[in-house]
């Protein structure tokens, strides 16, 4: 371990002690959610079930609730609930990171929790270089750092290319990893790489991105690309930036979502069908996956969308910003990617509610269902003589589905205390699943067939759950508080 490193250690660890005590006295901080002691948290990095033990890594500025340095977090956990924090896995403190070690992900080689990301360096003009490097830890929690493995850009694009994805192909006894990339004409592309040996890297070329495959334009740089294989689908996750708002589509800053279809790793090429956005909600960027022991497909996303309601969030005058959603297990049924709240979060529950809603025109509420950290299910509704049914949760974010247009929306207060919405089309509605935190709300619509991941800002005294229609609805209520 250098000096420089060793410094940057010793300056985040005293950084996070001090601010530690003002950042837990927010009354916004979450109860069940991976959250960064101090500082600013964004994207999921390094997800992994390894040795046993699920490792999560995500970037991570412990000086400020900013974007200035990126650092990478650690948390453990073995179970999807509870989570450890573990020591700082990486500071940017070689030639090859000056300015940030940024997103990458994470195997095992050779029995060792292996990490490859990339060093990000700016020089005195502000010019960009990036680099693919690697550390390795052998207990999962230090990390020997071996520096760069791919130094050099593919001809055609800029320094904008980051967030290496690897994984092993067993009948091949190959590496890979796809990495986020933009051309010098500034089009989002997805690269794949290959190596034998996990030190010396080719690059096989484009597999997928803005006019290719079918696609016109389709925005200036992808992000933290993920690809595997899914009930036998293989599936492309990707964040592009500089995608237009079409309707109920794209309507954050930047988007994430997936493409579906079949991967030839000799051409390279990826045929696939259209982008499908992966979660509504007004915070949602930058999943990984990862297959746990179980040969589950788990997926993360960070709760947060760059350049969009960071700086004026609550939660910055108290040092801190942003958090990670609730693991998602990922499946394709019939076509349609269904995503699901990992089972383990049941452990959160107390003692359940269960009950009939009957909502009419005056807001009402349920005995016993209000919090601010709790799991409503609502199902078996019966649209009697209304056309609209809503939950208002503590008096700010609102869940509507109105059948006479067949469309769901999810409403808060936005920057500048303005009102916003997202929206998405639905056919029926038989199911939503919320999962409330103090500020924070994760919806799960039919079983998972689409999901709003957002932050809110209620009135921190405020519990109430209420509920509404124009006429009169039931539905069946499942109520737990969670801890």
């Known amino acids: 371990?250098?000096?420089?490193?060793?410094?940057?250690?010793?300056?985040?660890?005293?950084?996070?002690?001090?601010?530690?005590?003002?950042?837990?006295?927010?009354?916004?901080?979450?109860?069940?959610?991976?959250?960064?002691?101090?500082?600013?948290?964004?994207?999921?990095?390094?997800?992994?079930?390894?040795?046993?033990?699920?490792?999560?890594?995500?970037?991570?500025?412990?000086?400020?609730?900013?974007?200035?340095?990126?650092?990478?977090?650690?948390?453990?956990?073995?179970?999807?609930?509870?989570?450890?924090?573990?020591?700082?896995?990486?500071?940017?403190?070689?030639?090859?990171?000056?300015?940030?070690?940024?997103?990458?992900?994470?195997?095992?080689?050779?029995?060792?929790?292996?990490?490859?990301?990339?060093?990000?360096?700016?020089?005195?003009?502000?010019?960009?270089?990036?680099?693919?490097?690697?550390?390795?830890?052998?207990?999962?929690?230090?990390?020997?750092?071996?520096?760069?493995?791919?130094?050099?850009?593919?001809?055609?694009?800029?320094?904008?290319?980051?967030?290496?994805?690897?994984?092993?192909?067993?009948?091949?006894?190959?590496?890979?990893?796809?990495?986020?990339?933009?051309?010098?004409?500034?089009?989002?592309?997805?690269?794949?790489?290959?190596?034998?040996?996990?030190?010396?890297?080719?690059?096989?070329?484009?597999?997928?991105?803005?006019?290719?495959?079918?696609?016109?334009?389709?925005?200036?740089?992808?992000?933290?690309?993920?690809?595997?294989?899914?009930?036998?689908?293989?599936?492309?996750?990707?964040?592009?930036?500089?995608?237009?708002?079409?309707?109920?589509?794209?309507?954050?800053?930047?988007?994430?979502?997936?493409?579906?279809?079949?991967?030839?790793?000799?051409?390279?090429?990826?045929k696939h069908g259209a982008f499908t956005e992966l979660d509504r909600g007004f915070e949602f960027y930058a999943p990984q996956t990862t297959e746990d022991a179980d040969g589950r497909r788990i997926l993360i996303g960070w709760m947060g969308v760059p350049e969009q309601f960071e700086a004026n969030q609550p939660t910055v005058s108290y040092g801190w910003v942003h958090a990670l959603t609730l693991p998602r297990v990922l499946n394709v049924e019939n076509g349609a990617l269904k995503q699901r709240p990992a089972q383990e979060l049941e452990m959160l529950r107390g003692e359940g509610v269960?009950?009939?809603?009957?909502?009419?025109?005056?807001p009402t509420t349920a005995e016993k269902i209000s919090g601010k950290s709790a799991e409503l299910k609502l199902s078996q509704f019966d649209f009697h003589s209304g056309q609209a049914f809503e939950v208002l949760i503590r008096n700010e974010a609102r869940i509507k589905y109105d059948l006479s247009n067949r469309v769901l929306t999810f409403e808060r207060t936005g920057e500048d205390d303005k009102r916003e919405q997202r929206q998405c089309a639905l056919a029926d509605l038989h199911e939503l699943r919320i999962y409330i935190d103090t500020s924070s709300i994760e919806l799960f619509v039919n079983d998972g067939e689409e999901v709003f991941s957002s932050r809110y800002f209620a009135d921190v005294e405020d519990e109430s759950i209420q509920f509404k229609s124009d006429g009169q609805v039931t539905c069946h209520a499942d109520f737990w508080p969670l801890t």
């Open 1 to 270: 371990m250098t000096e420089k490193e060793l410094e940057l250690r010793k300056l985040a660890q005293t950084e996070t002690e001090k601010k530690r005590p003002i950042v837990e006295s927010d009354p916004n901080r979450l109860v069940y959610h991976v959250m960064p002691p101090v500082g600013l948290l964004n994207d999921p990095n390094g997800w992994i079930h390894w040795n046993g033990v699920y490792h999560l890594f995500y970037q991570w500025n412990p000086f400020a609730p900013d974007h200035s340095t990126k650092f990478w977090g650690h948390v453990t956990s073995t179970d999807l609930v509870h989570w450890k924090e573990e020591p700082t896995a990486l500071v940017p403190s070689e030639w090859y990171e000056t300015h940030g070690c940024y997103s990458g992900s994470a195997i095992d080689y050779n029995g060792k929790l292996t990490l490859m990301y990339t060093g990000n360096v700016k020089d005195e003009h502000n010019e960009r270089s990036s680099y693919q490097c690697t550390a390795a830890s052998a207990d999962g929690t230090t990390f020997v750092k071996h520096g760069p493995v791919v130094d050099q850009l593919p001809s055609g694009y800029t320094a904008h290319f980051r967030d290496p994805k690897v994984w092993y192909e067993e009948d091949e006894q190959a590496w890979y990893f796809v990495i986020g990339a933009q051309t010098v004409n500034e089009e989002g592309r997805v690269l794949l790489y290959r190596s034998d040996d996990f030190e010396e890297w080719s690059c096989l070329g484009p597999i997928a991105g803005s006019r290719l495959g079918g696609l016109g334009d389709f925005g200036y740089m992808w992000e933290c690309p993920d690809l595997f294989s899914l009930d036998g689908t293989d599936m492309l996750i990707v964040s592009p930036q500089g995608l237009e708002a079409d309707g109920m589509n794209y309507n954050n800053v930047y988007q994430a979502g997936y493409f579906t279809g079949t991967l030839d790793r000799r051409v390279p090429q990826f």
């Open 354 to 362: 269960h009950a009939t809603v009957t909502a009419g025109e005056a």
